[in-house]
């Protein structure tokens, strides 16, 4: 099983800001990550995959970088729709595990 | 409109079964692997299973495996989760979701459904 370490589990946060989520993985993973959103009572939406690929539809201030063990979330100026909970999750081997999430709140 | 829409959930006793479903529609559903994936209340995410686009493969979560069976039926465009034996602890809101790449190369999850809850208890 590959361990994920996602941090910080709470961030709180200005709109205009700049912030990074961190995922760590137990073991190399090449670039099988991809993060999702997800708001209180809805499914989660798929932000980037392959580490770095922003899925259609998603605002270019989401970027994601990072390969084999270390990868990172970045949303270059917060939004107030952006305050949300952010996964992270390894498609590189089973079973599939996710981060355990960081909450994005207004500060 | 590509659309995912899970239906089956309720309440149910402890060593009880229940058999979740999820409907495709607007996207050729034979051709993608598709997962279920859940969340306890309050919790995070947790993969639960994946079926490949023909039904050929399948891999289960630890937590699950020899319980719950995953299953398609690609001439009605539905996945399926047969749940058997359930315990409190699959208490959760269960999603079915799309593998983003066609054919037997699994990716990340590009559409999901709504969801449906399953609460186990007696």
């Known amino acids: 099983v590959i361990w994920m370490t996602q941090s910080p589990s709470l961030l709180s946060a200005s709109t205009g800001d700049r912030v990074t989520i961190s995922c760590r993985m137990s073991q190399g993973i090449s670039s099988y990550l991809a993060w999702y959103q997800q708001k209180p009572g809805k499914a989660p939406e798929l932000l980037i995959y392959a580490a770095s690929t922003l899925q259609s539809g998603v605002p270019s201030r989401f970027s994601g970088s990072g390969s084999g063990t270390d990868f990172t979330l970045t949303i270059s100026c917060l939004q107030s729709e952006d305050f949300a909970t952010y996964y992270c999750?390894?498609?590189?081997?089973?079973?599939?595990?996710f981060g355990q999430g960081t909450k994005v709140e207004i500060k | 409109q590509v659309q995912l829409v899970e239906s089956g959930g309720g309440v149910v006793q402890p060593g009880r079964s229940l058999r979740l479903s999820c409907a495709a529609s607007?996207?050729?559903?034979?051709?993608?692997?598709m997962h279920w994936v859940r969340q306890a209340p309050g919790k995070g995410l947790e993969w639960v299973a994946v079926?490949?686009?023909?039904?050929?493969?399948?891999y289960y979560a630890d937590s699950v495996k020899g319980r719950f069976t995953i299953s398609r039926d690609n001439s009605k465009n539905t996945l399926y989760l047969q749940m058997n034996s359930l315990r409190a602890e699959d208490t959760a809101v269960y999603y079915c979701?799309?593998?983003?790449?066609?054919?037997?190369?699994?990716?990340?999850?590009?559409?999901w459904g709504q969801g449906t809850m399953v609460t186990v208890s007696s």
């Open positions: 607007g996207f050729t559903f034979s051709s993608y692997g």
């Open positions: 999750q390894q498609y590189y081997s089973f079973p599939w595990t």
């Open positions: 079926i490949w686009y023909d039904g050929s493969n399948k």
């Open positions: 979701a799309r593998d983003r790449s066609v054919g037997a190369t699994l990716d990340a999850f590009d559409i």
